[in-house]
């Protein structure tokens, strides 16, 4: 199985600062043959269900406001959020497509400060 | 708009095997493009893929539970289902249903959520 491995497990972060989730795989879900990094962020809100915020490592679901912002390549990737809105307070997941089974970081919960 | 809505009994005794249903609406469970999974999260943990089904029956299992998973798809129903025997305490979780796209005929992400339905197994 991939080990999806993220850090910090929890971070405050002030209003309208920068907010940074890493995320680790223990082997690289970048597939050579299309160039495509496996990788997904979700965003889980108290009480709701899980929702997706990038894929490939760094494309946003439609609707998604564009201060979200993924990186990344091979098995270390990051997800960012330019200015922390209060409305981003949730748990947030990285997830591997590479193979299954399918694997998830362990969340990392965000708050404000 | 795609929706899914999970529904099935909210308490399974300890033995006994835990039935959920997906039904999903706005979109044709038969689409090529389209995978569906289940996914539980226990309270307060994070989340863990149990497995996924595309229209044809063909299933992808997690290893970790692959003894004890049934999941089976009724087209005429727009439903997908899973069954899980020989429920534990350590099986009480949010089950969440969702979506996979697809890329290259291949599953890939979740892209579509259902809200959840909690099973506690306790007699």
């Known amino acids: 199985d991939i080990v999806m491995t993220q850090s910090p497990d929890s971070l405050a972060v002030s209003l309208g600062e920068r907010a940074t989730i890493n995320c680790k795989s223990s082997?690289?879900?970048?597939?050579?043959?299309?160039?495509?990094?496996?990788l997904a962020w979700h965003q889980q809100k108290p009480g709701q269900p899980p929702k997706l915020l990038i894929y490939?490592?760094?494309t946003r679901e439609s609707g998604v406001p564009d201060r979200f912002s993924g990186s990344g390549s091979g098995t270390d990737f990051t997800l960012t959020i330019s200015s922390l809105q209060a409305e981003d307070v949730a748990v947030y997941y990285c997830?591997?497509?590479?193979?299954?089974?399918?694997?998830f970081g362990q969340g990392t919960k965000l708050e404000i400060k | 708009q795609l929706q899914l809505q999970e529904s099935g009994p909210g308490l399974v005794k300890p033995s006994e095997t835990l039935s959920l249903t997906c039904t999903v609406s706005?979109?044709?469970?038969?689409?090529?493009?389209?995978?569906w999974g289940w996914i539980r999260q226990p309270p307060g943990k994070g989340l863990e893929w149990i497995g996924s089904?595309?229209?044809?029956?063909?299933?992808y299992y997690n290893p970790s539970l692959k003894s004890r998973v049934t999941i089976s798809v009724d087209t005429s129903k727009n439903q997908f289902s899973l069954k899980l025997k020989s429920v534990t305490a350590a099986d009480t979780a949010v089950y969440y249903c969702?979506?996979?796209?697809?890329?290259?005929?291949?599953?890939?992400?979740?892209?579509?959520w259902g809200q959840g339905t909690l099973v506690t197994v306790s007699s």
């Open positions: 706005g979109g044709s469970i038969s689409s090529s493009s389209s995978y």
């Open positions: 490939w490592a760094s």
């Open positions: 997830q591997q497509y590479y193979g299954t089974p399918y694997t």
């Open positions: 089904i595309y229209y044809s029956g063909n299933t």
């Open positions: 969702a979506r996979l796209t697809t890329w290259d005929g291949t599953m890939i992400f979740f892209d579509y």
């Open positions: 082997q690289s879900v970048l597939y050579s043959s299309n160039n495509k990094n496996y």
